[in-house]
Nanobody, 114 residues
Framework: QARLVESGGGLVQTGGSLRLSCAVSDSLFGDNVVGWYRQAPGNQREMVATIRGDSTRYADSVKGRFTISRDNVKKAVYLQMNSLKLEDTAVYYC?????????WGQGTQVTVSS
């Protein structure tokens, strides 16, 4: 079954850190882009970071603070988030585009408080 499952969200104070994990099913884990996206209330879903092989891309708002990585053995993609800001509060989704279809996880809430 093609699926992505996120975990690791939670409540953290400004300046803190969180690590999100995305477990990717075998059928979706290959030479395709996997990314982290987020959606805050009232906003559109936006790209946070993507990875394909060793190539990564970041939104300007998270450069230098967030790091995306992947573990090919565990078939997982991670997002290490440091120096969190209030504006990082959102539901974070793991997503991928594969063979003409887009797949999303269920999302994990990240809340940054002052």
């Amino acid at each position: 079954q093609a699926r992505l499952v996120e975990s690791g969200g939670g409540l953290v104070q400004t300046g803190g850190s969180l690590r999100l994990s995305c477990a990717v099913s075998d059928s979706l884990f290959g030479d395709n882009v996997v990314g982290w996206y987020r959606q805050a209330p009232g906003n559109q879903r936006e790209m946070v970071a993507t990875i394909r092989g060793d190539s990564t891309r970041y939104a300007d708002s998270v450069k230098g603070r967030f790091t995306i990585s992947r573990d090919n053995v565990k078939k997982a993609v991670y997002l290490q988030m440091n120096s969190l800001k209030l504006e990082d509060t959102a539901v974070y989704y793991c997503g991928t585009y594969y063979l003409g279809d887009t797949y999303w996880g269920q999302g994990t809430q990240v809340t940054v408080s002052s």
